[in-house]
Structures are given as structure tokens and as C-alpha cells.
């Protein structure tokens, strides 16, 4: 079914609204248990970290739409947005990783699929006055593989970063091999699972299987059916003018499509 711009319009700021609120629940609740004690401040400035990672993520790709001017496919989008919410204030906030121990599996691997898509609809924009044959299908793929890696190596230094300003904070696991910690600050660690080093390698294989396991189907069917693309590219959309911008009267370009 075409759902016209309005009401795609109306249905993603309802999605992203919703999103927010919870978001902003989740903040209260922390500032709540902070209060009470049950919550320490570097916890909570961990957690306060990621509403703003969590804002950011929902928010980006409705604000990459409208800078630079290019209309991705609804379920994409709003798939974009509910992976920034998991990923950020149900993984760390509501502590989801206690509930569910494999959840970071599952997110990194999500990540693959969901980066690579994003990835082809970019690759499109790219090469969208291209011409089509099957160049043009290597160099799209090939640009959905390497920004979903580096999507995945940047959150691995975000994590690092975060690990290294604050001392409470231990999302890469470096915590986890820890036998003992000494005076000066140096520790003494184990090599078993759990310590950064191999939590940073799953994490970054994961991501690289799920990228692959997306990509190698779609690029032997783009391959045989150039077409087929189009139902992951993103659609760029005409320059307003300076007068089309200050010109209320003239009519919306949602209406005239």
C-alpha cells in the first residue's frame, strides 16, 4: 500500500514521539534511583550517556532525511529508529544485558543487517545519476559493506572512550577478567571471555557476519536483476529554493506528488 508524504510524515513523528517519551521515563526512573540511593553517580552519568546516544539515534535519521534531502523506505526508518532505542536505553538503562546474556550477541548482529541496509540505500544516493549495470551494483554493495564495518569500528571506539573517561562504566567487558586491582590503578587480569580484547572481537565479527550474511544474497540477486535495487535505494529529493522556502503560498511539494 503508497502512503503519501503527510501521513508517513504523521506516522514516523508518532513513532519517534513515542520513542522519546519512553526515553525520557527511563531518565526519570534513573534520576529517581539516584535519589534513593540506589543508583551511583558514575552509574548515572553512564546511563545519562546513552539517553543522549538513544536521542541522537532515534533523531538522526529523520534529520539526515531532511539535510540532505532524500526519502528512505518507511519500515527502514523506523527500523533505524527502534534499533537507537534498544540499543541504547533498553540495553543500558533497563539493563536488558541482565536479563537476557546474549543480548549483546543480538545486537551486534542486528547491527550488521540493519548498517548494511542503510548502507545500499546510501550506495543508491551516491551513484544515484550513475549509469545502471552491473559497475554500478559492485560499487553499491561495495559501499554497504565497508560503511556498515565502519559504523561497527566506530562504536567500538565510542565503547573505548566511554570505558576510559569513566571509571564506573565497562561496556567493552574489561571488567569482567579482573583479579585484582592495585593501589597505583594497574590490575591484574585474566585472558578467560569476558575481557576487552575478545568482547571487542565478537563484537566486531558479529557485526561483520551479519553484514555478509545480508550482502551475499542481495548481491547475487542484484547481479541477475539490476532492478531489484531499487527497493533499497534512497530516493533523493529536488532543492527547495530560496523562494520556495520564504513563499508560503506556494503549495507543499507532498501535494503535488
Not at 506516522?11 to 519512553?22: D, K, P, Q, R, Y
Not at 534499533?83 to 543480548?103: I, Q
Amino acid at each position: 500500500m503508497q502512503i503519501n508524504e503527510r501521513n508517513r510524515k504523521i506516522i514516523l513523528v508518532a513513532v519517534w514521539a513515542v520513542l522519546i517519551a519512553l526515553d525520557a521515563a527511563g531518565l526519570i526512573w534513573c534520576i529517581v534511583r539516584l535519589n534513593t540511593g540506589t543508583l551511583s553517580q558514575g552509574n548515572f552519568s553512564y546511563s545519562l550517556l546513552h539517553f543522549f546516544v538513544s536521542f541522537a539515534s532515534i533523531s538522526g535519521i529523520l534529520l539526515a532525511e531532511w539535510v540532505l534531502r532524500f526519502r528512505a523506505g518507511m519500515p527502514l526508518v523506523i527500523c533505524c529508529m527502534l534499533f537507537g532505542f534498544f540499543g541504547n536505553t533498553v540495553s543500558n538503562v533497563w539493563r536488558m544485558y541482565d536479563f537476557f546474556p546474549a543480548w549483546d550477541m543480538v545486537l551486534h548482529s542486528l547491527s550488521g543487517v540493519l548498517f548494511a541496509a542503510v548502507g545500499l540505500g546510501l550506495g543508491s544516493l551516491v551513484t544515484y545519476n550513475q549509469p545502471e549495470g552491473k559497475l554500478k551494483v559492485v560499487a553499491v554493495v561495495a559501499f554497504s559493506f565497508f560503511f556498515s564495518l565502519s559504523v561497527g569500528f566506530l562504536w567500538e571506539v565510542f565503547e573505548f572512550t566511554v570505558d576510559t573517561i569513566n571509571p564506573a562504566s565497562s561496556t567493552q567487558g574489561w571488567a569482567d577478567g579482573i583479579l585484582e586491582s592495585y593501589p597505583d590503578g594497574t590490575y591484574l587480569v585474566s585472558s578467560r571471555r569476558g575481557t576487552a580484547i575478545l568482547d571487542t572481537m565478537e563484537d566486531m565479527i558479529l557485526h561483520l557476519l551479519g553484514s555478509l550474511i545480508t550482502l551475499v544474497p542481495l548481491a547475487i540477486v542484484f547481479w541477475k536483476r539490476q532492478s531489484s535495487m531499487k527497493a533499497f535505494s534512497f530516493v533523493p529529493l529536488p532543492r527547495r529554493s530560496k523562494k520556495e522556502k520564504s513563499d508560503p503560498a506556494l503549495p507543499d511539494e507532498s501535494k503535488t506528488h
